[in-house]
């Protein structure tokens, strides 16, 4: 396979089947050898069953992630992957598709991390989030700015990397919830990689499992504890990606979340 996109998954099976569809039949218009591999991330409905009887043009694998949490099913599916170039959307596809062949373009032009951004000037966004959320949203994204190397939209769920690179970054990653995207980008940096953000078309769809009630304390606790991850590697030089590239390929993926760590970090530098 030449693209492996990670569906984190749970209780989707509303929304999967038609996300599903879109995606593949994507991926046969883009005429690339690709996969999709669905992380059921403990769920109690139809999910599992839904990907199990899914058949069309482009393999669909189902993963078992038992830990909850968005950031422990996107892990499980980069870790399992093993294509070049390695991916996750989320299930309902609220990020228009067509956004696929740029990314694709720029990857095979070398650069090693891709990004939707719904901040980028070039986006249409169409939200019906309520004023506090959106007020939350530009406050997260302020606070962890400077983790990322300047990229204004780290939530979106549309994210590509050189294969290699992104199972390199996961086998660090440690936050379970929403904000791992921020820790996922920190370690590519972390590994010599720059990130380049691409316009996107957004569109919001009802059923997201997020609610700023809930979770934006447990996404603050995280974000602060980022943070003294970033600051306990800034006095180390980055390793060139083409490094981490070489070497993370070695990456074991089937140990459990809370021993992979340590592992992850010595193959990869």
Sequence with gaps: ML??????????????????????????????PAAILVVDNASTDATPQIVRDWSGP???????????????????????????YVGFCDADMATDLGALDEVLRLLGSGLHVVVGSRRHPGSLVRTNHNPLRRLGAITFNRLCRGLVGGITDTQCGFKFFAGPLARAAAADLRTPGFAFDVELLLHCRRHGAQLHDVPVRWQDVSGSTFSVRRHSVGCLRDLARIGLISWRYAGRP???????????????????????????RYRAG
Excluded at 3 to 21: C, F, K, S
Excluded at 59 to 83: D, Y
Excluded at 250 to 262: K, M, S
């Design 3 to 32: 693209l492996e996109i990670v569906v984190p998954a749970y209780n989707e099976a509303t929304r999967l089947p038609g996300g599903l569809d879109l995606l593949t039949r994507k991926l046969v218009e883009l005429e690339v």
């Design 58 to 84: 482009v393999p669909v694998r189902l993963l078992h992630c038992a830990r909850r949490g968005k950031g422990a099913a996107v892990r499980t599916g980069l870790l399992a992957s093993t294509a070049p």
């Design 238 to 264: 980055s390793r060139p990606a083409s490094v981490s590239l070489k070497a993370s390929g070695a990456l074991r993926v089937d140990l459990p979340y809370e021993q992979f760590t340590e592992v992850g």
